[in-house]
């Protein structure tokens, strides 16, 4: 169970326009997971994605942009 509060934090590309997400930075290296969220529903459901999986879909989004 997680007992801390998240903190929300959004991509650098996120005033570009377009469709963003939240990372809760502070929990990821306690429990190896990264919480996410989409950034214009800050009350919406959040998915814990284990940290090698959320590493393969920032490469995907990465890979995808170009």
């Not at 459901?45 to 879909?57: C, D, E, N, Q």
């Amino acid at each position: 169970m997680i007992t801390e509060s998240p903190r929300w934090v959004k991509s650098s590309y996120s005033n570009n326009g377009g469709d963003c997400i939240e990372v809760a930075t502070n929990l990821v290296a306690s429990r190896g997971v990264v919480p996410v969220r989409d950034s214009k529903d800050p009350n919406g459901p959040v998915l814990m994605l284990r940290s090698s999986t959320f590493a393969g879909l920032v490469e995907f989004a990465r890979r995808a942009a170009v």
